[in-house]
C-alpha cells in the first residue's frame, strides 16, 4: 500500500484515483463506499450479503477516495502488547480485528507476538491454555465478536477451570453509528464479553487507546495474579482503525512485578505444630505446582515430614517415582491420615469423601475420626457461579486463602523451625514403612499393566510403555490428560519434571486436546523437548484442525491416537442407563460409537501436511511407528499414529 | 469292544470340545454385543471394570454378581440369561495369562 509522504503520523490523508481502490489491499481502505462494502462483506457465511455488497464485491473497482491512517490505533496496542513479553497471538482472522491484525503483522513484524493461525476460536483459546501450562506466562487469543466468542466460550470455560491465564481479545462495534454493513450488526453486542463473564476474572471495554493501555496491561496483571485465570479485553473496530490522536502521548502503562498471597505468620505456626506433631499427615494436590518451585517446595515438604502426596494431576506436582507418592493408592492414605492438607485441591469433598451407588445416597466421610483438615487455596480469594469455584462445602477445620505454592516454603521453614529430635525420629521410622511401600505398589502396577499386553485392539498399557521405551532416552512432555488410558503413564514412566505432565481440560469439556497439544508444543519448542500427545478419538475431531496448525507453523509434536472408536465414558453410561431400566443393552452403540464409517486418522492428517500412519491394530507394529514420529518430531515435524484401542 | 468304547469316548471328548469351542466362540461375540468389553476389555483383562482374566470366576459367581453386583458394575437382570453368562465364562477361560512381568522388558524400564 503506497502512501501519501505527506501525511503526518497521527493523521489521515485521502488519495483520489480508481487505482487506489484495487491497490489498497483492505488493511487500510477506511470510511469509504468501497471500504464499507468491503468491511460489510460475511466474514463467514452467518448471512447473505445484500445486493450492494455483492454489486461491491463482483463489480469493477468504483473510482473512490480513499483515506488512509498512517498510525491507526491498532499500532499503538501493538506497542502496549509487545511490552508485556507475550509471544503469540492465536486467531482465526476477523473482520472486527482485521486492524489489529494488520498492525501486528506489520507495525509489529509479525513477532513477539507472533500471529498462530487457527481453524476455530475454541482452538485458539484452547492452544493458550496449553501454552501457559508450559510457558507459565499468558498468549493472546482473538476472538471474532459475537460469533466467535461464542466458538471459544468452551474453550474459556475450560481455561478458567483449569487456572490457565489466556488473554481473550474480542472484537466488537460498540458505537452504533459506526456499524455499517449488516454482518456488523450481527456481530457485534451491547455488551459482547457477557458471554464470558462467569468464567473469565475481568473484562473491560476500551473506549479510548489510554483506556486500552491501561486495560490491557491491568488485564496481564490480573490474569497473573492467583488465582490466575483468563480475562477479556473488547476491542473496539473503530478505535483500532482510527487513527491515533495527534495529543494522545501513547505512554504505556508500567507491569508490576507481581507478588503472590501467602498465609499470615501465625497461620504458619500452627498448621507447622499440626503436621510436625501429625503420626500420618498427608498431602493433596491438585494444582500446588503452578511452576517448577511448587514442585521442588511440596518434595522438600513430603521429605521433611515424610508424609505421602496425593498428586491429582491437574499439574505436575510430584514425581511419578516417589516413594512418598501416593496417587494411585489414595484411599488408604485418605483413611489413615490424622491430618490432611489441600493445596490447591479442585475437590476436597470427594478425596475426602465417598459417593454411593445412587444419585440420592448420603456421601460418606472416609477420614479417621478426629483428623484435622487443611486447605490452603487462592480460591478461597476470588468465586464467581461456576460450581467449579468452589465445589460441594468440606468440613475443614482451617482455612487458609492463600496461593499454595507461594505459601509452602514459609511453612517448610516454620516445620524446621518446630522439629525436635523425637519428632524427626519417629518421621524417619515413618519414612521407612513408605519406601518399603513403595517398590511393592509399583511392583503391582507393573503385574495389571502386563494382562492384556499381546491383546488387539491394544491395551492402553502397551501403547503407554511402548512410547516409554523410546521416549525415556529423550527430553520428552505429555502434553494431554491421561485418565482416559487409565493414567498408565502416571503409574508407570518416571516423571518427575514439572513440564512432563501438564494435566488435562480444566473444565472436562471435549475440543481440547489437540489445540492445548499445540499449544504446548510451542512452548516446548525452543527447548527441543519433544511433545508427546496420547489423544482420544472423540475429543480429537471437535478440533481436527490444530493439526493444520501444527503443519503450518511447524510445531513439533507427536500425536498417539488412542482410537477406541468410541465416546467410550458414555457407552458405558448409556449402557448402565440401560441395565438399570431393565432394557437392552447391546444397543448403546447408538449415538455413542464413531464407526461405520471407522475414522481414517492418519489420512486426515495426511490432508492438513501432517505425516500420519496407521490404523494400527497390532501391537507389534508400535514400536516401529513410534520410531518415525520421535524422528519426524526431531526434525521440528508434527506427526501422526493412528493406534486402534481398548476402551479404556 | 474296546475299541468301540474308545472311539465312543473319544467322540465324546471331541464333541464336548467342540461344544465348548462353540460355546466360547458365543460368549466372545456375546462379551463385545452386551457391551462388556467396553469395561472388561476385548479379553476380559480389565479396563473401567475388574479383571476377569486369566482364571475367571466361576459361572456360579459370575451369574450371581451380574444380577446383583456389589461394586461399581451396573446389573444385569435380564440383558443375559444364565446360558449367556456360561458362554462367556467360557470364552474368558480360554484367554491364555500374559508373559510375566519379568519377560516384559518395556515393563521393567
Given at each position: 500500500?503506497?502512501?501519501?509522504?505527506?501525511?503526518?503520523?497521527?493523521?489521515?490523508?485521502?488519495?483520489?484515483?480508481?487505482?487506489?481502490?484495487?491497490?489498497?489491499?483492505?488493511?487500510?481502505?477506511?470510511?469509504?463506499?468501497?471500504?464499507?462494502?468491503?468491511?460489510?462483506?460475511?466474514?463467514?457465511?452467518?448471512?447473505?450479503?445484500?445486493?450492494?455488497?455483492?454489486?461491491?464485491?463482483?463489480?469493477?473497482?468504483?473510482?473512490?477516495?480513499?483515506?488512509?491512517?498512517?498510525?491507526?490505533?491498532?499500532?499503538?496496542?501493538?506497542?502496549?502488547?509487545?511490552?508485556?513479553?507475550?509471544?503469540?497471538?492465536?486467531?482465526?482472522?476477523?473482520?472486527?480485528?482485521?486492524?489489529?491484525?494488520?498492525?501486528?503483522?506489520?507495525?509489529?513484524?509479525?513477532?513477539?507476538?507472533?500471529?498462530?493461525?487457527?481453524?476455530?476460536?475454541?482452538?485458539?483459546?484452547?492452544?493458550?491454555n496449553g501454552y501457559f501450562k508450559i510457558a507459565g506466562k499468558p498468549?493472546?487469543?482473538?476472538?471474532?465478536?459475537?460469533?466467535?466468542?461464542?466458538?471459544?466460550?468452551?474453550?474459556?470455560?475450560?481455561a478458567?477451570c483449569d487456572q490457565a491465564p489466556?488473554?481473550?481479545?474480542?472484537?466488537?462495534?460498540?458505537?452504533?453509528?459506526?456499524?455499517?454493513?449488516?454482518?456488523?450488526?450481527?456481530?457485534?453486542?451491547?455488551?459482547?464479553?457477557?458471554?464470558?463473564?462467569?468464567?473469565?476474572?475481568?473484562?473491560?471495554?476500551?473506549?479510548?487507546?489510554?483506556?486500552?493501555?491501561?486495560?490491557?496491561?491491568?488485564?496481564?496483571?490480573?490474569c497473573m495474579t492467583p488465582p490466575v485465570m483468563?480475562?477479556?479485553?473488547?476491542?473496539?473496530?473503530?478505535?483500532?482503525?482510527?487513527?491515533?490522536?495527534?495529543?494522545?502521548?501513547?505512554?504505556?502503562?508500567?507491569?508490576?512485578a507481581i507478588s503472590y498471597p501467602t498465609a499470615?505468620?501465625?497461620?504458619l505456626?500452627?498448621l507447622a505444630?499440626?503436621l510436625?506433631?501429625?503420626?500420618?499427615p498427608l498431602l493433596v494436590a491438585s494444582r500446588c505446582a503452578r511452576t517448577p518451585a511448587g514442585l521442588k517446595s511440596l518434595v522438600e515438604l513430603a521429605e521433611l515430614l515424610?508424609a505421602p502426596v496425593i498428586d491429582q494431576h491437574f499439574r505436575m506436582n510430584f514425581p511419578s517415582r516417589h516413594?512418598l507418592n501416593y496417587s494411585?493408592?489414595?484411599?488408604?492414605?485418605?483413611?489413615?491420615?490424622?491430618?490432611i492438607v489441600g493445596c490447591e485441591v479442585q475437590?476436597f469433598?470427594?478425596v475426602?469423601?465417598?459417593?454411593?451407588?445412587?444419585?440420592?445416597?448420603?456421601?460418606?466421610?472416609?477420614?479417621?475420626?478426629?483428623?484435622?483438615?487443611v486447605t490452603i487455596s487462592a480460591n478461597d480469594l476470588f468465586?464467581?457461579?461456576?460450581?467449579?469455584?468452589?465445589?460441594?462445602?468440606?468440613?475443614?477445620?482451617?482455612?487458609i486463602a492463600a496461593d499454595a505454592e507461594a505459601t509452602l516454603p514459609f511453612l517448610i521453614e516454620e516445620v524446621k523451625?518446630?522439629?525436635?529430635?523425637?519428632?524427626?525420629?519417629?518421621?524417619?521410622?515413618?519414612?521407612?514403612?513408605?519406601?518399603?511401600?513403595?517398590?511393592?505398589?509399583?511392583?503391582?502396577?507393573?503385574?495389571?499393566?502386563?494382562?492384556?499386553?499381546?491383546?488387539?485392539?491394544?491395551?492402553?498399557?502397551?501403547?503407554?510403555?511402548?512410547?516409554?521405551?523410546?521416549?525415556?532416552?529423550?527430553?520428552?512432555s505429555l502434553v494431554?490428560?491421561?485418565?482416559?488410558?487409565?493414567?498408565?503413564?502416571l503409574?508407570?514412566?518416571?516423571v518427575n519434571k514439572h513440564y512432563q505432565f501438564i494435566g488435562g481440560?480444566g473444565?472436562?469439556?471435549?475440543?481440547?486436546?489437540?489445540?492445548?497439544?499445540?499449544?504446548a508444543?510451542?512452548a516446548n519448542?525452543?527447548f527441543?523437548?519433544?511433545?508427546?500427545?496420547?489423544?482420544?478419538?472423540?475429543?480429537?475431531?471437535?478440533?481436527?484442525?490444530?493439526?493444520?496448525?501444527?503443519?503450518?507453523?511447524?510445531?513439533?509434536?507427536?500425536?498417539?491416537?488412542?482410537?477406541?472408536?468410541?465416546?467410550?465414558?458414555?457407552?458405558?453410561?448409556?449402557?448402565?442407563?440401560?441395565?438399570?431400566?431393565?432394557?437392552?443393552?447391546?444397543?448403546?452403540?447408538?449415538?455413542?460409537?464413531?464407526?461405520?464409517?471407522?475414522?481414517?486418522?492418519?489420512?486426515?492428517?495426511?490432508?492438513?501436511?501432517?505425516?500420519?500412519?496407521?490404523?494400527?491394530?497390532?501391537?507389534?507394529?508400535?514400536?516401529?511407528?513410534?520410531?518415525?514420529?520421535?524422528?519426524?518430531?526431531?526434525?521440528?515435524?508434527?506427526?501422526?499414529?493412528?493406534?486402534?484401542?481398548?476402551?479404556? | 469292544?474296546?475299541?468301540?468304547?474308545?472311539?465312543?469316548?473319544?467322540?465324546?471328548?471331541?464333541?464336548?470340545?467342540?461344544?465348548?469351542?462353540?460355546?466360547?466362540?458365543?460368549?466372545?461375540?456375546?462379551?463385545?454385543?452386551?457391551?462388556?468389553?467396553?469395561?472388561?476389555?476385548?479379553?476380559?483383562?480389565?479396563?473401567?471394570?475388574?479383571?476377569?482374566?486369566?482364571?475367571?470366576?466361576?459361572?456360579?459367581?459370575?451369574?450371581?454378581?451380574?444380577?446383583?453386583?456389589?461394586?461399581?458394575?451396573?446389573?444385569?437382570?435380564?440383558?443375559?440369561?444364565?446360558?449367556?453368562?456360561?458362554?462367556?465364562?467360557?470364552?474368558?477361560?480360554?484367554?491364555?495369562?500374559?508373559?510375566?512381568?519379568?519377560?516384559?522388558?518395556?515393563?521393567?524400564?
Amino acid at each position: 500500500m503506497a502512501k501519501s509522504k505527506n501525511l503526518t503520523p497521527g493523521r489521515r490523508g485521502f488519495l483520489k484515483g480508481a487505482a487506489a481502490g484495487a491497490a489498497a489491499g483492505a488493511a487500510a481502505l477506511v470510511g469509504t463506499p468501497a471500504a464499507k462494502a468491503q468491511e460489510g462483506t460475511p466474514a463467514r457465511g452467518a448471512a447473505p450479503p445484500g445486493a450492494a455488497q455483492r454489486a461491491a464485491e463482483t463489480g469493477p473497482p468504483a473510482a473512490v477516495s480513499v483515506e488512509t491512517t498512517e498510525h491507526p490505533g491498532s499500532d499503538y496496542m501493538v506497542d502496549v502488547i509487545k511490552s508485556l513479553g507475550i509471544e503469540y497471538y492465536a486467531a482465526n482472522p476477523s473482520s472486527t480485528l482485521k486492524s489489529l491484525h494488520e498492525s501486528l503483522i506489520n507495525h509489529g513484524g509479525n513477532t513477539n507476538p507472533e500471529f498462530i493461525t487457527c481453524t476455530h476460536e475454541e482452538a485458539s483459546v484452547a492452544l493458550a491454555n496449553g501454552y501457559f501450562k508450559i510457558a507459565g506466562k499468558p498468549m493472546m487469543a482473538g476472538l471474532h465478536g459475537t460469533v466467535g466468542s461464542q466458538h471459544a466460550s468452551m474453550a474459556v470455560y475450560n481455561a478458567y477451570c483449569d487456572q490457565a491465564p489466556v488473554i481473550v481479545v474480542m472484537g466488537n462495534i460498540l458505537d452504533a453509528g459506526q456499524r455499517r454493513g449488516y454482518v456488523d450488526w450481527l456481530h457485534s453486542s451491547q455488551d459482547v464479553a457477557a458471554i464470558l463473564r462467569e468464567y473469565t476474572k475481568w473484562d473491560d471495554s476500551p473506549v479510548s487507546l489510554s483506556h486500552f493501555g491501561e486495560s490491557m496491561v491491568r488485564a496481564y496483571k490480573m490474569c497473573m495474579t492467583p488465582p490466575v485465570m483468563p480475562v477479556a479485553l473488547v476491542c473496539d473496530e473503530p478505535l483500532q482503525e482510527r487513527p491515533i490522536p495527534a495529543e494522545f502521548d501513547r505512554r504505556i502503562p508500567k507491569l508490576p512485578a507481581i507478588s503472590y498471597p501467602t498465609a499470615d505468620p501465625a497461620t504458619l505456626t500452627t498448621l507447622a505444630k499440626m503436621l510436625v506433631n501429625a503420626e500420618s499427615p498427608l498431602l493433596v494436590a491438585s494444582r500446588c505446582a503452578r511452576t517448577p518451585a511448587g514442585l521442588k517446595s511440596l518434595v522438600e515438604l513430603a521429605e521433611l515430614l515424610q508424609a505421602p502426596v496425593i498428586d491429582q494431576h491437574f499439574r505436575m506436582n510430584f514425581p511419578s517415582r516417589h516413594p512418598l507418592n501416593y496417587s494411585f493408592r489414595a484411599r488408604g492414605a485418605v483413611t489413615t491420615a490424622d491430618v490432611i492438607v489441600g493445596c490447591e485441591v479442585q475437590d476436597f469433598y470427594a478425596v475426602l469423601h465417598q459417593y454411593g451407588r445412587g444419585r440420592d445416597a448420603n456421601p460418606r466421610a472416609i477420614t479417621k475420626p478426629g483428623a484435622k483438615i487443611v486447605t490452603i487455596s487462592a480460591n478461597d480469594l476470588f468465586t464467581k457461579s461456576v460450581y467449579e469455584n468452589f465445589q460441594r462445602f468440606e468440613d475443614a477445620d482451617m482455612a487458609i486463602a492463600a496461593d499454595a505454592e507461594a505459601t509452602l516454603p514459609f511453612l517448610i521453614e516454620e516445620v524446621k523451625r518446630q522439629m525436635t529430635g523425637d519428632r524427626k525420629r519417629a518421621i524417619e521410622a515413618r519414612g521407612a514403612k513408605h519406601a518399603e511401600a513403595a517398590p511393592k505398589a509399583l511392583a503391582q502396577a507393573r503385574l495389571e499393566a502386563s494382562y492384556g499386553w499381546d491383546s488387539s485392539p491394544i491395551s492402553t498399557s502397551r501403547l503407554s510403555m511402548e512410547l516409554y521405551g523410546q521416549l525415556k532416552n529423550e527430553d520428552w512432555s505429555l502434553v494431554n490428560d491421561t485418565v482416559f488410558l487409565q493414567n498408565w503413564p502416571l503409574r508407570l514412566w518416571d516423571v518427575n519434571k514439572h513440564y512432563q505432565f501438564i494435566g488435562g481440560r480444566g473444565g472436562e469439556g471435549l475440543g481440547y486436546g489437540p489445540p492445548a497439544a499445540v499449544g504446548a508444543a510451542l512452548a516446548n519448542k525452543k527447548f527441543g523437548r519433544i511433545s508427546v500427545n496420547i489423544q482420544g478419538d472423540g475429543d480429537f475431531m471437535y478440533c481436527p484442525g490444530a493439526l493444520w496448525t501444527a503443519a503450518h507453523h511447524k510445531v513439533p509434536l507427536l500425536t498417539v491416537m488412542h482410537n477406541n472408536r468410541a465416546y467410550n465414558q458414555e457407552v458405558m453410561l448409556v449402557g448402565r442407563m440401560a441395565s438399570e431400566h431393565g432394557r437392552p443393552v447391546d444397543r448403546c452403540g447408538i449415538g455413542t460409537t464413531l464407526t461405520e464409517p471407522n475414522i481414517q486418522y492418519a489420512k486426515l492428517a495426511q490432508g492438513m501436511g501432517v505425516e500420519g500412519e496407521g490404523p494400527i491394530t497390532d501391537p507389534k507394529d508400535l514400536a516401529p511407528a513410534i520410531a518415525r514420529g520421535i524422528a519426524a518430531a526431531k526434525r521440528g515435524e508434527p506427526y501422526l499414529i493412528d493406534v486402534v484401542t481398548q476402551g479404556r | 469292544m474296546k475299541r468301540v468304547l474308545k472311539f465312543t469316548l473319544l467322540g465324546v471328548v471331541l464333541g464336548a470340545a467342540a461344544a465348548q469351542a462353540q460355546n466360547a466362540a458365543n460368549g466372545k461375540a456375546l462379551f463385545i454385543k452386551q457391551q462388556c468389553a467396553r469395561c472388561h476389555g476385548t479379553d476380559g483383562q480389565g479396563g473401567a471394570g475388574a479383571r476377569l482374566t486369566p482364571n475367571p470366576p466361576t459361572v456360579a459367581a459370575m451369574q450371581k454378581y451380574v444380577r446383583n453386583p456389589t461394586g461399581g458394575m451396573p446389573p444385569y437382570i435380564n440383558q443375559v440369561s444364565d446360558a449367556d453368562i456360561a458362554d462367556i465364562r467360557a470364552y474368558l477361560a480360554t484367554v491364555p495369562a500374559p508373559p510375566a512381568v519379568k519377560d516384559i522388558p518395556l515393563l521393567n524400564q
